[in-house]
């Protein structure tokens, strides 16, 4: 399985950006978005289920933030909305998760990740 983000970039704060991620290989499987900054964690964004009918989010981005999937074309949207300077970061893709409820369980594949910068 590989995984590729696409569509990072440069946003001002109150903008919007959408991120793809397109995963090779097995298609049926949950996929979810992380994001790191410089000396930090990879901190969970959202998760999406194989069939994309069930979504989770970190809280304190549940609102701004909407996840989808393409099956015809294997690909993860991330839309993000009302951008904020702290929402500044690498964002990285995830495949071959598990989504159980609200927790979702990393896989073994990653994207490089995208960078993403939102300027006040």
């Known amino acids: 399985v590989q995984v590729g983000e696409f569509g990072g970039g440069l946003a001002q704060a109150g903008g919007s950006l959408r991120l793809s991620c397109v995963a090779s290989?097995?298609?049926?499987?949950?996929m979810g978005w992380f994001r790191q900054t410089p000396g930090k964690e990879r901190d969970f964004v959202a998760a999406i289920s194989s069939s994309g009918e069930f979504t989770t989010y970190a809280y304190s981005l549940k609102g701004r933030f909407t996840i989808s999937r393409d099956r015809n074309n294997n690909t993860v949207y991330l839309q993000m909305d009302n951008l904020k300077p702290e929402d500044t970061a690498v964002y990285f893709c995830?495949?071959?998760?598990?989504?159980?409820?609200?927790?979702?369980?990393?896989?073994?594949?990653w994207g490089q990740g995208t960078q993403v910068t939102i300027s006040s």
């Open positions: 290989g097995r298609t049926a499987y949950s």
């Open positions: 995830n495949a071959a998760g598990l989504l159980s409820g609200h927790k979702y369980y990393t896989g073994g594949y």
